[in-house]
């Protein structure tokens, strides 16, 4: 049974509940993954230094997706990430305790793919190593419709703005669209596995996302074909993201984030990093890109050209995403195989790249971090579920 440990903080920051409105309230901020909250969430500064923990809840698997915050719950999944098991839970938690509200088994791992919201918020559809897109209430955790796909599901699914379709790719090669109750309407094949979470256009014309097969996908999204294919030499498991008529997404073998033109797929820029770039980036207006890698570093780059402005270098490899908050970044590492010596959880600063807070008391993770008016949420490889003033 998991045990929930918290820590007694006379805090106001702990106390306070979360408002309504709040800046984070889906997978990378929003449908088109700017993880971007546009201003620092009103109500939470966060704080110079070493970071606390409000509260930590240890789940019964490791936690390799993003919690989403609702109101005034976050709910969260938990798995195996790359390896798949039997044993996965999705568990919704009061943001002001670390209470939990329900934890619904789901007999199976989830492995990155994050709880995504529907339209209206009563429910949320999330992947699962058994190739099942699920949804699930937000109310009382029934699993209320399923879908089986025919491989696992890793990536976010990812719900329209305009029609709360969702779209979500699988291990058999495919993007689906599922309507509001995981009915089928059209699959997309690809080549090979996909992983990558899709991203939509504002206009909902097209969706965009990368395959194993080393494509970059823009596919309609009335009839799921193809409008473009940009091809590269290496793996996309990355999220995509569209900002201003462009798409942005990180590349396994070839090491850099593309810049595309959503039209044509053309590309715009390429910036190379290190090593494999596993993450999607955040976008913080016409001015920064910033871009995590498992290199070690976080880049920060120009949004028109991307060329490098500054990089940080981290205690250890980074798979998740880095998210802004106001004018600060916050990022998580990984273990590099000797494990991580010092602060896990990292806060930047989005002009310079200096680091201004840390969290050590946690074991490493490849969860993205989701901001509330509240605190930073994270998981972790430990299965910990943590809020972190």
């Known amino acids: 049974m998991a045990r929930l440990n918290l820590l007694c903080l006379a805090s106001a920051l702990v106390a306070a509940a979360a408002p309504s409105g709040d800046p984070w309230p889906m997978f990378l901020q929003s449908t088109d993954h700017h993880s971007n909250s546009a201003n620092a969430p009103s109500g939470y500064n966060i704080p110079v230094g070493e970071l606390t923990a409000a509260w930590t809840f240890n789940m019964s698997h490791q936690i390799s997706s993003t919690p989403t915050l609702i109101g005034e719950l976050v709910i969260a999944a938990s798995g195996c990430g790359d390896f798949p098991c039997t044993g996965g839970d999705i568990v919704a938690f009061y943001r002001d305790s670390g209470k939990v509200k329900w934890s619904t088994p789901l007999g199976t791992g989830v492995a990155y793919s994050s709880p995504m919201p529907s339209k209206d918020g009563k429910l949320v559809y999330i992947g699962t190593d058994a190739g099942k897109v699920v949804a699930v209430s937000v109310e009382n955790g029934t699993v209320v419709h399923s879908y089986t796909t025919g491989g696992n599901v890793t990536g976010t699914p990812c719900v329209a703005p305009i029609d709360g379709a969702i779209y979500v790719g699988s291990y058999d090669g495919n993007m689906y669209k599922l309507d509001a109750k995981l009915n089928l309407v059209w699959k997309s094949a690809t080549k090979g596995q996909v992983w990558s979470s899709p991203t939509i256009s504002d206009d909902g014309e097209l969706i965009f996302f990368g395959g194993v097969d080393y494509g970059i996908y823009g596919v309609y999204t009335a009839t799921g074909l193809k409008k473009w294919v940009h091809n590269t030499t290496g793996r996309v498991k990355a999220a995509a993201v569209y900002d201003n008529g462009q798409v942005l997404v990180g590349n396994y073998e070839d090491k850099c984030l593309r810049c595309l033109d959503a039209h044509t797929g053309e ?32 880049y920060g780059l120009t949004r028109t050209s991307g060329k490098m402005l500054w990089k940080t270098k981290l205690p250890g490899y980074v798979d998740s995403s880095p998210v802004i908050a106001g004018d600060k970044v916050i990022v998580g590492c990984d273990n590099d195989g000797s494990g991580v010596v010092g602060a896990v959880l990292h806060v930047l600063d989005l002009d310079t790249g200096k680091i201004l807070s840390t969290f050590s008391d946690m074991a490493e993770t490849e969860s993205s971090a989701a901001v509330g008016s509240d605190g930073i949420y994270i998981g972790s490889m430990d299965g910990g579920l943590r809020k972190i003033v």
Request: aromatic share 18%.
């Open 267 to 298: 590309q715009a820029w390429r910036f190379t990093a290190g090593d494999f770039v596993f993450s999607a980036p955040a976008i913080s207006g016409d001015k920064y890109v910033v871009l995590s890698d498992t290199d070690k570093y976080v």
